[in-house]
């Protein structure tokens, strides 16, 4: 599945999140109100990384930049991915039915997700600002010892690693 179909799934996914969590008798209000601004908030950061993907389908050098937005969708599909694994350690941390010592245990797991969402979160940020300095410049060249070389193959030279990680 390619990370713009993902990411439109998610999307609909989250909307059973918040629509679970309305219809839950248990829930504390606070907590409803907390999971409404989280899904809020992950379902614009989607929009926003999906326009960026969807930017590049027709860029004029596709190797750099698709590299790029591949990245990009990785990343937000990754922090989609935290999201519900943290969405569901929180609700087994909420649940009567949950022993003191799992409560304790989910809790640690829930934190160390918070911590990978927050650094997904960076990564997908810079990501962003990067995926939007190439389309920018991905048409400029520079003269290196009296060679025109195109500026995006200097940057693809230094992030070619990029790619292997999506």
């Known amino acids: 599945m390619e990370a713009p179909e993902f990411l439109e799934r998610a999307g ?16 504390e209000e606070e907590t409803l109100e907390k999971i409404k601004d989280d899904v809020a908030a992950m379902k614009d950061s989607i929009d926003k990384m999906n326009e960026v993907v969807k930017s590049f389908k027709d860029a004029t050098k596709p190797g750099t ?31 009567s039915s ?8 989910y809790s640690k797991k829930a934190a160390v997700i918070s911590a990978l969402s927050k650094l997904s979160d960076d990564i997908r ?3 962003r ?5 190439v389309t920018a410049h991905e048409s400029e060249t520079i003269t ?13 030279k230094y992030t070619s690693e990029m790619s292997t990680v999506s």
């Open 12 to 27: 609909e996914d989250l909307d059973h999140v918040e629509q679970d969590a309305e219809h839950d008798e248990n829930i």
């Open 65 to 95: 930049v698709k590299s790029v937005a591949k990245f990009v969708g990785v990343t937000t599909a990754a922090a989609v991915i935290f999201f519900f694994v943290s969405y569901a350690l929180n609700k087994l941390v909420s649940s």
């Open 125 to 127: 940020n810079i990501s």
């Open 144 to 156: 290196l010892n009296g060679i025109e070389v195109p500026l995006v193959d200097i940057f693809n």
């Open 98 to 105: 949950t022993s003191e010592s799992d409560k304790k245990s």
């Open 129 to 133: 600002v990067i995926a939007v300095w």
